[in-house]
């Protein structure tokens, strides 16, 4: 039995904080750390490291300029594999839009504006207009044309961002030590991200068997300290969206903000309640919602980078905000986290946002629902496996029978990018405008039904893929272990192509990769 193996069974028979104590002791013996470094990297070396397929590897700047030819071609040789991959429909979420019309229309937006920095006003007004436009119209499809209170934002870089931002907002209003912030667990984890940045306690409050936070769990979870609440519509791992209604009159009874985290919803629950599915109120519209973050980059099918950050009136979006008044650089304002911002990406959010239109989002949002409502009937119809919640167009589900992280390798094997969930060990898919082609339901179901066979075939042991790093992730006790693991596995991205060849190279040099040849992996 090697370390992990056995750690596992020691530490799983230990409370949690026993086991985390046990962890961190055993580490700090030489030898018992050696072994556990050898051990997280065979455990890593079944963990699906990109392969680029470059021809050409650079390890310094090289001498002589690249002609740009060469350059061109080198990045649509590798984007053309990554187009054609992501085309086909076979990733969650991730490709949100992907046609080629309308991605060529972003690209031509973007080189317009590539230069643009929302920074310098002066010279890029246009920027401006922009982001008050793309924060404006986000609002009003949020609600705020149905409020008398001023719904007011910023566009950021993505939904981490924005949630980073709402929660700094909150913590500089209150002005407190020690704030603490009330989640649901299944809220995004941009929310821990958030917490760790900036201080927060945060209180996680168990989801109940339908994956919707419990609201008299959440009223009682809050305290003098608490300064917001969150709920998810819907939130990332079941695709169900938490009490909204309810979670925002009890934070308001109790003083506290409220943040809907519609990243993911943002764009696409409006356009449903107006095609006549059931959509509970979840934006503006409630009092008690003080903020939102709803991303442009997901299903408003803009380029990647931007999200919007939004807030029941101006007091609340002011704690947001940098400013530095002694800088011998100058007086400096800065609305985000970033200081230099790619003004060109705020123009592709605007350019998305028009270019669609109502009817547009309206279209996109009943091809993606209806394919959403097929693909979760087979697999509620399949034999082996059990849909979670009562999901809409991202569908989790799980296997009381069979390994669900071996069906997700499997699935892999057959070129789809599922994504993995645990705590219950479950897989998810976000359909998007990819999965609503002709023929892409049919294959993931029938490719569904082909790899639980396969996973039954293999036993209950995973086996490939990052099926092992799931397994190992989903049980084992001390959870800085898993982390070590993560950390571990992120240096493995960054190590450079060439460190598996046995001769390193000299500086400048570079490989040429030969026809047939695998190259380094
Ligand atoms: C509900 C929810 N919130 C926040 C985020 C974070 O968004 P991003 O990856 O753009 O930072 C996501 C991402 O999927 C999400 O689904």
């Given at each position: 039995m090697n370390l992990i193996a056995l750690s596992e069974r020691i530490l799983s028979k230990l409370p949690p904080r026993m086991a985390e104590a046990m962890y961190r002791a055993a580490q700090r013996v030489p030898r018992v750390r050696r072994l556990l470094e050898s051990e997280y990297a065979d455990l890593l070396e079944s963990a699906p490291i990109p392969d680029p397929a470059a021809d050409t590897v650079f390890a310094?700047?090289?001498?002589q300029p690249l002609s740009r030819d060469e350059i061109i071609d080198k990045v649509t040789a590798l984007a053309a594999v990554e187009e054609e991959d992501g085309r086909q429909g076979r990733?969650?979420?991730?490709?949100?839009h992907g046609d080629r019309e309308h991605i060529k229309l972003l690209n031509e937006v973007y080189a317009v504006n590539s230069?643009?920095?929302?920074?310098h006003i002066d010279l890029w007004p246009s920027g401006v207009k922009y982001e008050a436009e793309v924060v404006a119209m986000t609002a009003a499809m949020l609600g705020g044309n149905e409020t008398e209170d001023e719904i007011v934002g910023t566009v950021t870089s993505g939904g981490t961002e924005s949630i980073i931002m709402a929660m700094k907002a909150y913590r500089d209003m209150a002005g407190i030590r020690n704030p603490e912030m009330v989640i649901?667990?299944?809220?995004?984890v941009a929310f821990d991200k958030a917490a760790h940045y900036l201080g927060y306690k945060q209180v996680k409050v168990p989801v109940g068997p339908d994956y919707r936070v419990d609201v008299g769990a959440m009223a009682r979870a809050v305290?003098?300290?608490?300064v917001v609440v969150a709920g998810s519509?819907?939130?990332?791992?079941?695709?169900v969206i938490d009490p909204i209604a309810e979670l925002a009159d009890m934070a308001r009874e109790r003083g506290a903000g409220f943040h809907t985290d519609?990243?993911?919803g943002g764009f696409i629950l409006p356009w449903a309640a107006r095609l006549g599915y059931d959509v509970p109120p979840f934006d503006f519209?409630?009092?008690?919602?003080?903020s939102m973050s709803a991303d442009t980059h997901k299903y408003g099918y803009a380029a990647k980078g931007t999200s919007v950050v939004m807030y029941r009136g101006r007091e609340l979006r002011r704690h947001q905000y940098f400013v530095a008044t002694d800088w011998p650089g100058g007086l400096y304002y800065s609305p985000?986290?970033?200081?230099?911002?790619?003004g060109a990406l705020v123009a592709t959010a605007w350019a998305a946002m028009l270019s669609m239109g109502e009817q547009g989002y309206m279209e996109a949002t009943r091809s993606i629902f209806e394919t959403g409502a097929r693909i979760r009937a087979g697999i509620e119809a399949m034999d082996g496996l059990r849909v979670l919640?009562?999901?809409?167009?991202v569908i989790a589900y799980t296997s009381d029978t069979v390994n669900i992280y071996e069906v997700m390798a499997q699935m892999a094997n057959r070129g789809w990018s599922l994504n993995g969930l645990h705590q219950p060990p479950a897989v998810h898919m976000a359909l998007t405008?990819?999965?609503?082609?002709?023929g892409i339901a049919e294959a993931f179901l029938s490719d569904l039904a082909a790899a639980v066979d396969e996973a039954a075939a293999s036993g209950s042991e995973p086996q490939t893929g990052s099926a092992p790093i799931y397994g190992m992730a989903a049980t084992f006790p001390a959870r800085r272990a898993v982390g070590d693991l993560l950390r571990r596995y992120i240096d493995k991205l960054y190590?450079?192509?060439?460190?598996?060849?046995s001769m390193p190279l000299p500086p400048g040099e570079v490989p040429e990769r030969g026809e047939g040849d695998e190259g380094p992996t």
């Open positions: 310094t700047i090289p001498e990733a969650s979420g991730a490709i949100y230069q643009s920095n929302p920074l649901p667990n299944s809220a995004h305290t003098r300290k608490t519509a819907p939130g990332f791992p079941h695709g519609a990243c993911l519209r409630l009092p008690g919602v003080t985000t986290m970033a200081g230099s911002r790619p919640g009562d999901p809409l167009w405008l990819r999965h609503t082609q002709p190590e450079p192509r060439w460190a598996s060849q």
